[in-house]
Structures are given as C-alpha cells and as structure tokens.
C-alpha cells in the first residue's frame, strides 16, 4: 500500500508542477506575441523562432501537450490514490472486524450485530477517506500554492502582498470553523449506527414482527431515525458549506480587487514610461496582469481545496474516532505470553470451582455469588433452579466466554485463566437451545468446529444424534443449504443438528444448556441413546428442565438467586429437598415427562 501511496503523491505533486505552464504561456503570448517587447534571448538560443505566428504556434502546441500530460498523469495518480484508499478502507474494516471477534461477550450485547456493520462499513470507509483528505489533495495543493507563489515572486511581489493576506485567514479559519464541524459528524454516525443495528435487528427477527402485525410501526421507527439521520446530516452539512461558500466568494473578490489595483497600476506605468521616469523593464504590463489573473485563480483553487479537505477530514476523523473507541476495547482474554497450551489427549477433565463470583458490567448486584463446587472428570451434573438464578452464565463461565469476577476455575488443578484460550475452548462444546446454523450446507454446519472432518464423520455423527433420518429427506441430503438463521429446520431438528455437532467436536467437557428442551417426549426419546453416548466419557454439565435427564445425572447441583443451595444424588435430592421437588414439579406441569419415581 505504501506503494500506492508513495506513487500516488509523486503523479499528484508533478501534476501540479506542470499545470503551472498554462498561465506562464498565456503572459507570454500577451506579452511577445501581442505586445510590443522583445522576445527574450533563451528563446532563440534553444532554436523557437522569434517571429510571431510561428512563436504562436509553438506555444499553442506547447501548451496542449504540457495540458495533457498534466491531465495523463494526474489521473494516473488519482489511480494510485483511489487504490491505496480502497487498500486502506478494507485494512481498517479487517482490524475491526478481527478485533470485534474477540471483544468479551457482555461488550459484544452492547453493540448490536447491526451495529457492528455500520461502524464496519460506514466509519471504516471515512476514516479511510482521511488519505485523500488529509494526503494526497492537501500536498497537491500545497505544492501548486508553493509554485505559484514561487513564479509570482519573479513578476511582481507587491502583488503577493493580497494573496499572503489569505493565509492567516484560512489558518484562523481552520482553528474556529473547521473543528467544530466533527462532532455533527459524530452525531451522524450514531445515529446511522442505531438505523442499521435497527433495521438488521427487525429482519432478523420478522417471524415477531408480522405475527403480532408490528410493519407498520418498524416502518415508522425506521422512518423516524432516518428523519434524525437527515438532520443531523443537514447540520454537518451546513457547516462544511459555510467554508465552502466563503472561499467562492473570496475568489471573485479577490480578482476585483486585482483588477483594480492591477489595471491602475498598468496605466500609471504606461504614463511612466512615455514620460521617461520609469524603465520599460520596471513597467507593469498588460501580459503580466493577465498572468497575474490567472496564477490568483490557481492560487485560490488549491487554497479552496485544502479548506474542503479541512472539512471532509472532519468526517473521516469522526469515524476515526469511532473506530479507534471500538479498537481500544480491551480483548477478551488478551494473549499475554506463557501461557500453557493444553493437549486434548492429557486432560482428565476435573472441574473445580472455588469461590466464583460473577457480575455483569452493567447490572448492581452479582448473579453467581461465590459458587464453589467440583465436577470430576466423566462425570455428568445437571444444574437445576428456577429461570434467572444464573446457571446460562455458570456455564460461560466454564467454557470461558466470561471471566469471573472474582474466584477461580480450575482444570485438573490448573487455573484456566493461565491456560491458552483457543486451547482451552477446543476441549469445550456447548449446545445451547438457541440453535446459531449458519448459512451453508447441513455438513457445513454439522462440521463447524471442526473443518477437517471427513464425510464419514459427519455421517456418523449425524447417525448418532439422529439427524440423518431427515437428511435424506431432503432432496440435496448432506448437501442441502438451510438458509439464515436455517430457517427451514424445526426446532427439534435444529436441537439434533447441534447435537451432532458437538458430537463431531468431540470435546473433553461437555455443556448442554436446555439443550434437549425443543425435543417433544418421542424426539428426546428417540436422541436418549445418543445422548448417552455423547456424555459418555466426557465431562457433562447439563442443564435441563425435564426430569428424565435430570434423574441421569450422577449429581446434582442447585443454584438459586446465584448461591447453590443444595448438592446430592438425584435420589437424595428427590427425597429429602422440598425445593427440588417443588422446582421439578413446577417443570413437570408444563412437561408430558415421566415422574421421577419411574426413573430412580
Ligand atoms: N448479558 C447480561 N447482562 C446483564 N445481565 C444478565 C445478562 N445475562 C443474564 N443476565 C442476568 O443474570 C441473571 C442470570 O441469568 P442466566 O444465567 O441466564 O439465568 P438462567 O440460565 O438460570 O435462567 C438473570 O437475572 C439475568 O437477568
Ligand atoms: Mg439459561
């Protein structure tokens, strides 16, 4: 990329230096061709002729290539700009991405998916566009400024008196004006954010949405924020327009007052000169003027363009900023050095908890409050309690999508937190009853955590978590595509699919929160055995409100209000803990399950 950069600004800057020509040419016409004087000696020393047709020609010509070339070369540097900007634009947006991959989920439930999108598209493109607003058009400026000053020197340099006068305006313009402009870009942005993570948010949930005959209120909310969009918008807008219009209007009055004093000093010259107070050579001409005229012209334009540039980095900077807030965030689990890898084939499985507090950033009160309790390696617990008493969140604690708070887990003795990340999560798979397919194939999905599995593999997991049964339903079987969010699988289906992926996984230590709970008595009976099989070996944490998975626990846990309250055997429990027969009764009445007395 720097590549592009680099060659962009060399093409930029030459252009500008040649496009210097056309107003030289244009002063000297007026001036030897025109004009009455003497055709200076260089000309004819590099072979031009002097005479005056053919000195026309010459420049004409001269001028046309000199023009084309400018044009040639700028746009070939325009070339090198646009692709580094684009370069640069997917850069950022990569950045982003990958870092938002990592942030810890409770930030993750702040910026909605939607949200994630804008700033990955929107802000990610200004701020890219900060190359060409704050490099590549305020060089080009720059050096066309410099070259002309450079050459006004050599005419006149009274008459740059007016145009230095500028300068200090623009400078003072920039200071008071220009960086107010940010933050209604700012506000922009925020606002564009909320549109989309708005509009994503009603798609994705649109089965809602027209089942209670919501379209005409999403259409207003989305109506209502891109009414806020355009004000804001409008804001940012009218003050970058201030600076714009206060450079159009300067340019005619500058050539006013130029030609003002300019013609009268061309007269008073003149009058000199016949008088014979004044040498031909000191004389201001017509020719000069002209040239004059137009250098002003290019003296303003790239003055004009860094005022616009000055305004439109504000947009990028604004979404520069935006990223840079997301950018800071710290990582979930940042890689910090000597931290131990595991091997699957080594570890037991042994969980321990001591003391584990955990709260949410955004809530008072902590929801698991020092929870200690241990799973021994192959063993299966079922955590039971009412809804809301934290076991969803005990469980991201073990499989360390959250951190707790305070306390610490271990596995096999270790603390996990001086484990590896990416090591410790391929020893866990969680099956949650919120079933994520993605777009692709149902042997895409079944083999997301884990690419290299084989198509056996596949088949034989799906065998086991019977999934194939509706596979070959299907007309494509494996190969069938379920669209978003696989929309056209039953919950049951989805629960089984998830199922045979964990299966595929092959984990050390097993999580299933309500994983079974869309299964109706025939589907979890017809899954019973696999599930068996599953667990088999593995550590298990399952969570789960039908009483036959409970009752096949080896132990059970049962946390309230984030405390465990009690531990036992199924049987132990089921007979001595009016709490336990209470919460599984009040499960019992919305479940066709068996009772418990069937099973223990
Ligand atoms: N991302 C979150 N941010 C803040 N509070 C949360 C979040 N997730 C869950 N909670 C709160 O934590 C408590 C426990 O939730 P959860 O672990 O999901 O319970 P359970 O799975 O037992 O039904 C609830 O009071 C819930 O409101
Ligand atoms: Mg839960």
Redesign the pocket.
């Known amino acids: 990329m720097q590549r592009y950069v680099i060659l962009g600004l060399i093409c930029g800057i030459t252009a500008s230096i040649l496009k210097l020509a056309t107003p030289a040419a244009t002063g000297f016409i007026f001036d030897y061709v025109l004009g009455t004087s003497t055709v200076p000696a260089f000309v004819t020393h590099i072979g031009i002729p002097s005479a005056p047709e053919q000195l026309l020609v010459v420049v004409a010509i001269g001028v046309v290539v000199v023009s084309v070339l400018a044009v040639a070369i700028s746009t070939i540097g325009r070339y090198f700009n646009q692709v580094a900007v684009l370069r640069l634009q997917a850069g950022i947006r990569n950045r982003l991405f990958r870092h938002a991959l990592r942030l810890p989920l409770?930030r993750l439930?702040l910026a909605t998916s939607g949200g994630v999108t804008s700033l990955l598209r929107h802000d990610a493109s200004s701020s890219g566009g900060l190359l060409s607003s704050l490099v590549f058009n305020p060089l080009a400026s720059i050096t066309q400024l410099v070259g002309t000053i450079v050459v006004l020197l050599f005419i006149d340099a009274r008459m740059l008196l007016g145009p230095l006068v500028l300068a200090p305006l623009m400078f003072l313009c920039h200071h008071y004006w220009v960086d107010r402009i940010r933050p209604y870009w700012h506000d922009l942005h925020a606002t564009r954010t909320v549109t989309d993570s708005g509009a994503t948010e009603t798609f994705g949930g649109i089965r809602v949405v027209r089942s209670f005959g919501r379209e005409t209120t999403e259409a207003r909310r989305f109506l209502l924020t891109q009414n806020l969009e355009i004000r804001r918008h409008l804001m940012a807008w009218w003050g970058s327009i201030v600076v714009e219009v206060g450079w159009a209007l300067l340019i005619p009055i500058s050539v006013a007052a130029l030609l003002w004093y300019g013609a009268a000093r061309v007269l008073a010259d003149a009058a000199g000169v016949t008088a014979g107070t004044l040498g031909p050579a000191d004389a201001l001409t017509a020719g000069d003027l002209v040239m004059f005229l137009f250098y002003l012209a290019m003296l303003l334009e790239p003055m004009a363009t860094i005022a616009r540039s000055g305004t439109e980095a504000q947009r990028g900077l604004a979404g520069l900023e935006r990223v840079l807030a997301v950018l800071d965030l710290p990582r979930d689990h940042p890689p910090s050095t000597g931290q131990q890898t595991v091997n699957p084939d080594q570890v037991k499985g042994r969980i321990a908890l001591q003391d584990v507090s955990f709260q949410?950033p955004?809530?008072s009160s902590p929801?698991i409050r020092k929870v200690s309790f241990e799973i021994e390696a192959a063993e299966i617990v079922a955590l039971v309690?009412?809804?809301?008493?934290?076991?969803?969140?005990?469980c991201d604690l073990i499989a360390r999508l959250l951190a707790p708070t305070s306390g610490v887990i271990r596995l096999d003795g270790t603390d996990i937190s001086k484990i590896d990340v990416g090591s410790y999560r391929n020893l866990v798979s969680i099956v949650e009853q919120d079933v994520f397919l993605f777009d692709g194939t149902i042997a895409d999905n079944i083999a997301y955590g884990r690419r290299d599995a084989s198509m056996e593999e596949i088949v034989q997991a799906a065998d086991a978590a019977q999934v194939s049964e509706f596979v070959h339903r299907q007309p494509n079987g494996f190969e069938t595509v379920i669209g978003e969010r696989g929309v056209h699988l039953s919950g049951g289906q989805r629960q089984r699919l998830a199922i045979a992926r964990a299966l595929l996984a092959d984990p050390r230590i097993l999580i299933m929160?309500e994983a079974t709970s869309d299964l109706d008595g025939e589907g979890e009976r017809l899954i019973q055995e696999s599930l068996r099989s599953l667990m088999k070996g593995r550590t298990v944490l399952v969570?789960a409100h039908r009483l036959s998975t409970v009752a096949s626990a080896d132990r059970i846990v049962m946390?309230d209000h984030g405390q465990i309250v009690e531990t036992g055997t199924p049987e132990e429990l089921w007979n001595n803990s009016k709490h336990f027969q209470t919460v599984m009764q009040m499960q019992l009445l919305d479940s066709n399950d068996v009772g418990i007395e069937e099973l223990v």
């Not at 309690?385 to 005990?394: E, F, H, Q, V």
Request: proline share 0%; hydrophobic share 25%; glycine share 16%.
């Open positions: 409770n439930h949410y955004d809530t929801v309690g009412r809804s809301g008493a934290g076991k969803s969140t005990l929160d969570i946390l």
